[in-house]
Antibody, heavy 117, light 112 residues
């Protein structure tokens, strides 16, 4: 299971930070990948990036956010996080964490993040 | 990026009748290992998406056998043999061949 946490309101130009706590699996799994996806009426479902461990940590990011995004695993807490810097109102969306292994079989509950002053 | 195009975008169906959704990709999703990296998801109202099918035709656990996926290369289909009220929601195809992973626009299935 995946449990998301983080604020639902972020001011423009600030950093959006969300955390996804994992239970029943390990962020260091050698088979799963840990993803962040967002959904908005204007963009639909948009994959933002992922991290995964295969003897070392790998990171992939969408080009559209690559200059602003950081996804970090935290093995001590068995969780992973999303940071999106310099947000604008266009970053307003429902953000999901999700585990990919034979499809996205586990999703977080979703967090509506509104970017507004 | 691989562009995913679904049709139709709206699908009204009478309960008990079949339904079919098409998904086309701008590039082949066939990997050298023989798998087509195409997934299908259903997002029910107010919920996170849930996986139905992965690698084009493998049903996820708990998915009824009246739901099936097929296709290869750039053309894929999701079929529901007999629509039930619980099937209402938005269906998405998604390519998992390469990053960025990309989704179709969604097909809204509603009951007539």
């Amino acid at each position: 299971q995946l449990q998301q946490s983080g604020p639902g309101l972020v001011k423009p130009s600030q950093t959006l930070s969300l955390t996804c706590a994992i239970s029943g699996d390990s962020v260091s799994s050698n088979s799963a990948a840990w993803n962040w996806i967002r959904q908005s009426p204007s963009r639909g479902l948009e994959w933002l990036g992922r991290t995964y461990y295969r003897s070392k940590w790998y990171y992939d990011y969408a080009v559209s956010v690559k200059s602003r995004i950081t996804i970090n695993p935290d093995t001590s807490k068995n969780q992973f996080s999303l940071q999106l810097h310099s947000v604008t109102p266009e970053d307003t969306a429902v953000y999901y964490c999700a585990r990919y292994l034979y499809g996205y079989r586990f999703w977080g509950q979703g967090t509506l993040v509104t970017v507004s002053s | 990026d691989i562009v995913m195009t679904q049709s139709p975008l709206s699908l009204p169906v009478t309960p008990g009748e079949p339904a079919s959704i098409s998904c086309r990709s701008s590039q082949s999703l066939l990997h050298s290992n023989g798998n087509n990296y195409l997934d299908w998801y259903l997002q029910k109202p107010g919920q996170s998406p849930q996986v139905l099918i992965n690698v084009s035709s493998t049903r996820a656990s708990g998915v009824p056998d009246r739901i099936s996926g097929s296709g290869s290369g750039t053309y894929f289909t999701l079929k529901i043999s007999r629509v039930e009220p619980e099937d209402v929601g938005v269906y998405y195809c998604m390519q998992a061949l390469e990053t960025p992973l990309t989704f179709g626009q969604g097909t809204k299935l509603e009951i007539k």
